[in-house]
C-alpha cells in the first residue's frame, strides 16, 4: 500500500509565505510525476503545479512566479513554496503522485492541507 501525507499548511496573511510538502511512503514502488491542486469551498479542484521525474515544471498561470514545485527523488517527497499569497489561493491542497507498483500505475491522493490566507 501506498500513503501520501501532506504538512505545512495554515493560516497567513495576504503576502506571506508557506511551505507545503508532501511525503509518499509505502513498499515496492516508484514515484512519477507528482504534483499539487486545490479546491476552494463550492468550486472544483484545480491543478495548482506539476512536476516530472526529472523536474520538468507545470504552473497554473494563476500562481505563475509566486510559487515553486520541487521533489527529491532519494526521499519521496514533493514541496510547494508558495510565496506572495493572496486571499484567493485559499483552499485545501492536495497532493498528488502518479506511482508505479508491481507493473501497475496508480494515482495516488492526499488527504490535504488547508491554507487559509487572510486580507
Known amino acids: 500500500q501506498v500513503q501520501l501525507v501532506e504538512s505545512g499548511g495554515g493560516l497567513v496573511q495576504a503576502g506571506g509565505s508557506l511551505r507545503l510538502s508532501c511525503a509518499v511512503s509505502?513498499?515496492?514502488?516508484?514515484?512519477?510525476?507528482m504534483g499539487w491542486y486545490r479546491q476552494a469551498p463550492g468550486k472544483q479542484r484545480e491543478l495548482v503545479a506539476t512536476?516530472?521525474?526529472?523536474?520538468?515544471?507545470n504552473y497554473a498561470d494563476s500562481v505563475k512566479g509566486r510559487f515553486t514545485i520541487s521533489r527529491d527523488n532519494a526521499k519521496n517527497t514533493v514541496h510547494l513554496q508558495m510565496n506572495s499569497l493572496k486571499p484567493e489561493d485559499t483552499a485545501v491542497y492536495f497532493c498528488?503522485?502518479?506511482?508505479?507498483?508491481?507493473?501497475?500505475?496508480?494515482?495516488?491522493w492526499g488527504q490535504g492541507t488547508q491554507v487559509t490566507v487572510s486580507s
Open positions: 512536476i516530472t521525474r526529472d523536474s520538468s515544471t
Open positions: 498528488n503522485a502518479h506511482v508505479a507498483r508491481l507493473f501497475q500505475d496508480y494515482n495516488y
Open positions: 509505502g513498499n515496492r514502488f516508484s514515484v512519477n510525476d
